[in-house]
């Protein structure tokens, strides 16, 4: 009954605001434990956590500040005798008294709430999916669930971290930082180095030892195995093109994934983009009189009927294409001369080991090439175009007889060559470069 009659009381002040404020000190096995008990109970919340792990926290640096109260019929606190006797001039009662307050707010603890409040948002935010699943790359926070809560509860409860102002409330300024890197403390030392680092890492200046961490512990996978299997590709082909060129650094806004460059040459390389190219055909611009006599032509036959699908499908549907084709290639790349295009490269990348798959993806990329234009016209009609086709496997369906050594068709269209690679092909060239 005891039971009941606490729970309801509990229930009662968690309906009506009146809360119990609880502080724990500890935040290891027992402690931690009683933090999710408190939490998970109604009419109870955590206000204050305090643990020992965070010794150098507890010795944060403070600056004390002179306060003077002024109290009517009390004392407390050093009494400031000659502001008090002014005071009691009209007022015998009123003593003024010195109540000095520490300020939590100094430079080298602003650093420090910065550098953990980045920490926060990352364990809070960016590695909460991650922390979910336990994942291998976590590396020292792997399976450290008790060590993240507790580097959690420094930020959100340690009654000594929250006497410093909110991070949003402020800009550590260079001044701020200096301090703390030539205090005496080690704690501010560190935030200060770590803050440092973080800044310059955010803007961009990245050391190559830096990029070489990032890339071998980090691990971004995209949504589709396909488009993995393109980027795995295109990267393959990159290491082969790369042996003539000299690899261009980019800027974030451009579209390329890789430039190479070398004297006034110039390559760029595209995923899913038309590098200012286009596979489109607009509706509008079609001439049906080029289809005359479509009767005895199949392939204006079957122009033909595109056309009249397109015709129904606004009357059925109500809707209204704008295009008769368009397309985007898996990968474009774009020789340049000076400011002139010398050359183009369409490919189309199919994550499959299927003849079918293979034909449909070596049906699109001729479409693409014979449709790839810009304001001046068809490419194919006045520039090299060349086709790649990669899939994950074709020695089931396609001999060896068919591909030249550099992996050309043999008797392919006389106006253009195409290439056709597997994932084993890349593989051998990377291990032939080697």
Same mark, same amino acid.
């Given at each position: 009954?005891?039971?009941?009659?606490?729970?309801? &009381?509990?229930?009662?002040?968690?309906?009506?605001?009146?809360?119990?404020?609880?502080?724990?000190?500890?935040?290891?096995?027992?402690?931690?434990?009683?933090?999710?008990?408190?939490?998970?109970?109604?009419? +109870?919340?955590?206000?204050?956590?305090?643990?020992?792990?965070?010794?150098?926290?507890?010795?944060?640096?403070?600056?004390?500040?002179?306060?003077?109260i002024t109290r009517k019929g009390e004392v407390r606190g050093k009494i400031d005798?000659?502001?008090?006797?002014?005071?009691?001039?009209?007022?015998?009662?009123?003593?003024?008294?010195?109540?000095?307050?520490?300020?939590?707010?100094?430079?080298?603890?602003?650093?420090?709430?910065?550098?953990?409040?980045?920490?926060?948002?990352?364990?809070?935010?960016?590695?909460?999916?991650?922390?979910?699943?336990?994942?291998?790359?976590?590396?020292?926070?792997?399976?450290?669930?008790?060590?993240?809560?507790?580097?959690?509860?420094?930020?959100?409860?340690?009654?000594?971290?929250?006497?410093?102002?909110?991070?949003?409330?402020?800009?550590?300024?260079?001044?701020?930082?200096?301090?703390?890197?030539?205090?005496?403390?080690?704690?501010?030392?560190?935030?200060?180095?770590?803050?440092?680092?973080?800044?310059?890492? +955010?803007?961009?200046?990245?050391?190559?030892?830096? @990029?070489?961490?990032?890339?071998?512990?980090?691990?971004?996978?995209?949504?589709?195995?396909?488009?993995?299997?393109?980027?795995?590709?295109?990267?393959?082909?990159?290491?082969?093109?790369?042996?003539?060129?000299?690899?261009?650094?980019?800027?974030?806004?451009?579209?390329?994934?890789?430039?190479?460059?070398?004297?006034?040459?110039?390559?760029?390389?595209?995923?899913?983009?038309?590098?200012?190219?286009?596979?489109?055909?607009?509706?509008?611009?079609?001439?049906?009189?080029?289809?005359?006599?479509?009767?005895?032509?199949?392939?204006?036959? +079957?122009?033909?009927?595109?056309?009249?699908?397109?015709? +129904?499908?606004?009357?059925?549907?109500?809707?209204?294409?704008?295009?008769?084709?368009?397309?985007?290639?898996?990968?474009?790349?774009?020789?340049?001369?000076?400011?002139?295009?010398?050359?183009?490269?369409?490919?189309?990348?199919?994550?499959?080991?299927?003849?079918?798959?293979?034909?449909?993806?070596?049906?699109?990329?001729?479409?693409?090439?014979?449709?790839?234009?810009?304001?001046?016209?068809?490419? @194919?009609? &006045?520039?090299?175009?060349?086709?790649?086709?990669?899939? &994950?496997?074709?020695?089931?369906?396609?001999?060896?007889?068919?591909?030249?050594?550099?992996?050309?068709?043999?008797?392919?269209?006389?106006?253009?060559?195409?290439?056709?690679?597997?994932?084993?092909?890349?593989?051998?060239?990377?291990?032939?470069?080697?």
């Open positions: 009954m005891d039971l009941i009659r606490i729970r309801q &009381d509990l229930e009662l002040r968690e309906r009506e605001g009146e809360k119990i404020k609880v502080g724990i000190a500890g935040t290891g096995f027992i402690g931690s434990g009683l933090l999710r008990q408190v939490n998970a109970t109604p009419g +109870m919340e955590v206000t204050g956590v305090l643990t020992r792990y965070p010794k150098r926290v507890r010795r944060i640096k403070t600056e004390c500040e002179k306060r003077t005798w000659k502001r008090t006797t002014t005071e009691q001039l009209t007022d015998k009662t009123i003593f003024v008294c010195q109540n000095p307050s520490k300020n939590y707010d100094v430079s080298e603890n602003l650093v420090l709430k910065k550098v953990l409040s980045v920490i926060y948002q990352v364990l809070d935010n960016e590695l909460t999916k991650a922390i979910e699943e336990d994942y291998e790359w976590l590396g020292e926070l792997q399976g450290e669930e008790d060590l993240i809560n507790s580097l959690k509860n420094i930020y959100q409860r340690n009654v000594h971290v929250n006497r410093i102002k909110n991070p949003k409330e402020y800009q550590v300024s260079e001044r701020d930082i200096s301090k703390a890197q030539n205090s005496r403390k080690e704690l501010y030392r560190e935030s200060a180095k770590l803050l440092i680092n973080y800044r310059r890492l +955010m803007r961009g200046n990245y050391e190559e030892d830096d @990029l070489k961490e990032l890339l071998e512990e980090t691990l971004i996978i995209p949504d589709k195995t396909s488009t993995l299997f393109e980027l795995y590709s295109l990267f393959k082909l990159l290491k082969k093109w790369e042996e003539d060129f000299q690899l261009k650094k980019i800027d974030k806004d451009y579209d390329e994934v890789a430039i190479f460059e070398k004297n006034e040459l110039k390559k760029k390389v595209y995923h899913t983009e038309t590098g200012g190219l286009t596979l489109y055909e607009a509706i509008d611009e079609l001439d049906e009189q080029a289809l005359d006599n479509w009767e005895e032509n199949p392939l204006k036959r +079957m122009g033909k009927s595109q056309i009249e699908f397109v015709k +129904m499908k606004k009357n059925l549907l109500e809707i209204d294409p704008e295009s008769f084709y368009k397309g985007i290639p898996d990968i474009l790349v774009v020789d340049h001369e000076a400011d002139n295009i010398t050359e183009i490269t369409v490919g189309e990348v199919k994550y499959t080991e299927k003849e079918d798959t293979f034909s449909t993806g070596l049906e699109e990329l001729i479409t693409y090439i014979y449709f790839i234009k810009d304001e001046e016209g068809y490419k @194919l009609d &006045d520039k090299k175009v060349r086709g790649i086709l990669v899939v &994950d496997g074709k020695d089931d369906y396609l001999k060896d007889d068919k591909l030249d050594d550099e992996n050309v068709v043999i008797d392919g269209p006389a106006s253009f060559d195409i290439e056709v690679y597997d994932r084993q092909d890349l593989e051998e060239y990377e291990k032939k470069r080697e």
